[in-house]
């Protein structure tokens, strides 16, 4: 139902999706107003969740902040490193690769962050009122987190600020949407990993070189396994997907496998970039990200290995979503290792939108759902 806009009730948390999407946008899709849905405790008996809209006549991925971002803020949300140049000589050494202690080097190259020393010697959270959150939501979410990854807790059982997610209506509205908090609107999941066996998850490539670089590396450190469609054992459950070009199934194609614990996944939406980049969109995307780096420094995940899948919406070219998004997964890690996680013990993958739900030309709010990261722990191949 709908409500009109009363302050002392509702508890206001309104994020910048600006330049969120790598993806072009479609066509002929209404201008809506993004916003977060935060959970607020209106009485004791009482729980509901609250979107605030605010109109504008700009694109869907409108710009909504509530504060000014500070450079010291921007700085910590850019990628130093970006999407490398030198990439061509990480590929070109990754396919050499004979040794552990190589494929060790070009991990520490990619996913050390060992250019940018300074900021991990000097890595510190942002402070609350940047991020729009409290100290409780912070360690409840590591909490939670902590205990997923460990297969303790199922996803209903989320704190209730950890089941937020991205609603978008229409912009010529101010009104307050009101939506009980109900398990049909806590747990959101666009769709359930496509698994191959057991936990085995599956992404192709049309040639070995272009695998990247990382997991190249981690196919020598036997954490992901590597090769030929055609002697694959899944060969014939691959789906071919829209826009997906069709060299990607092909018997001579590539096939990085590896297998996960499905009862330790957590996924996300919410966790944002600037379009065509691997800068964060917004202090509160960095901030979770820095909350799951707490969450797998836990003493009972000491030694796990992880996997960060970045995915994307249909909209743009396959290609290109598929490599924006290992990009993507890649800086995560970074951000997790510069937090003190253990790179050796991450394996990021760009899974692009050969796992999206939506086609290109869906409402803009059904393919936001599109864009997440998921998290697993790394089962024995």
Known sequence: MKTSLIPALSVVCIFSLSHAQEEKPSSGTPSTAVVIEKQTVVSPSTETTTAVVVPTEQPSNVVVQTRAVSDETLAVLRDIRRIAPEREGEVQSALKVQSDAEANLILDNILADAKDDVRKAQAARLELEVVNRTAQERADYVDYMSRRLQGQVAVTEAPASFRSRVVAVPATTTETIVVPATPAVEVVSPRQPRYYGPGRRVITYRTREE?????????????????????????????????????YIEPDAYAVSYVVNPDTEITRNDILFEQGTTDFANAYSYDVVVDLAMAMKAPALSGQAFIIEGHASAEGDYSSNLSLSQARAER?????????????????VGYGESESTYPADAAEELRRQDRRVTVFTLQNP
């Open 211 to 247: 695998i990247p670089p990382v997991l190249l590396a981690s196919g020598q450190l036997e954490r992901v396994k590597i090769a030929e469609v055609a002697g694959s054992p899944f060969r014939n459950d691959l789906v071919l997907v829209d826009d997906m070009p069709a060299a």
């Open 332 to 348: 995560i890690a970074r951000e997790l290792a510069r937090f003190g996680v253990s790179h050796s013990h991450l394996v990021p």
